[in-house]
């Protein structure tokens, strides 16, 4: 794993994506915090940082594009497959690398509160608390477009599916709003859900039977809980879709909250896409 890291480091140090990257986050970040906070004598740096929350749309994807798409673009995956190291920390190493080069922005950012406290009066627990949201939110997000990477050999289409993702989860609160909070339409979305499962299935094994008897179960299981019990799917696919909004959890860590509950949704976030890109890798080792 530390080879794998040391070796996705020095790649990323050694060109200029990695460079680049770290030059327009602290652009940016160096924009809004000249205007909120200097111009307009803010103290509050939180408001900062939720402002260039949007700089993800465009940083993740350009990180995240190349880190495994081009390994199967070149076939040099075909090593990685074969080298005496679990999946795992090939991946690990990859991840930790990414976070890494997105660690100096975030530390350099950490530099601003105490420019802020020669002027005048600054929360540090407040701003630092901001800062640690904003960390594990860019981690969360690298870790999605980890995954992503490792689906396609395309570093155009990772990153426009990066992109894609990230966007959605990013005006998830104004898509809730197209759909009706009522019983009927959220077991009518989770019987859809339960089809695209069943397909899902059929996708990675190439067995109609199976895919077939697990669209029916869920399906089935779907309409006999609407039918025993509807007042349970009313506003749950609201919460669902809550789930995938990823910034919403970043709220509180702007009011200077250290919220429990948002580290470990973000930490479930990065197990979840880290796992699921390992899973990815050893789909493709044993085809």
């Avoid at 327009?24 to 004598?41: K, W």
């Avoid at 990066?162 to 909070?181: A, K, Q």
């Avoid at 970043?250 to 930490?267: A, H, K, Q, R, S």
Wanted: aromatic share 14%; proline share 2%.
């Amino acid at each position: 794993m530390l080879a794998m890291y040391k070796k996705e480091l020095r790649s990323y140090m050694t060109s200029m994506a990695g460079y680049v990257f770290i030059a327009f986050i602290l652009l940016i970040m160096g924009i809004y915090f000249t205007a909120y906070n200097m111009q307009y004598a803010s103290p509050d740096f939180g408001m900062t940082l939720s402002s260039v929350t949007f700089l993800f749309l465009i940083i993740t994807p350009v990180l995240t594009m190349r880190i495994l798409a081009e390994e199967k673009k070149n076939k040099t995956d075909q090593l990685l497959f074969t080298a005496p190291v679990p999946v795992w920390k090939i991946v690990m190493g990859k991840y930790l690398s990414m976070v890494t080069v997105y660690l100096i922005p975030v530390v350099i950012s950490a530099l601003y509160p105490f420019i802020m406290g020669r002027y005048g009066t600054v929360s540090y627990s407040m701003a630092f608390t901001g800062i640690l949201g904003f960390f594990l939110l860019g981690c969360a997000q690298i870790a999605v477009g980890l995954f992503l990477s490792s689906v396609t050999e395309s570093q155009v289409i990772a990153a426009v599916l990066t992109f894609g993702v990230l966007f959605c989860s990013y005006v998830m609160n104004g898509i809730e709003g197209f759909f009706s909070d009522t019983a009927l339409s959220s077991m009518i979305a989770f019987a859809v859900i339960a089809v695209v499962i069943a397909f899902g299935v059929y996708q990675m094994t190439k067995d109609m039977v199976l895919s077939s008897v697990v669209g029916l179960i869920l399906v089935g299981a779907t309409v006999i809980l609407y039918i025993v019990k509807a007042s349970v799917f009313e506003g749950l696919l609201q919460k669902l879709l809550d789930l995938f909004a990823i910034t919403n959890h970043y709220d509180n860590f702007v009011g200077g909250i250290l919220d429990v509950t948002g580290i470990v949704y973000m930490l479930s976030i990065i197990c979840i896409f880290v796992f699921l890109t390992v899973q990815s890798i050893q789909k493709r080792r044993w085809s």
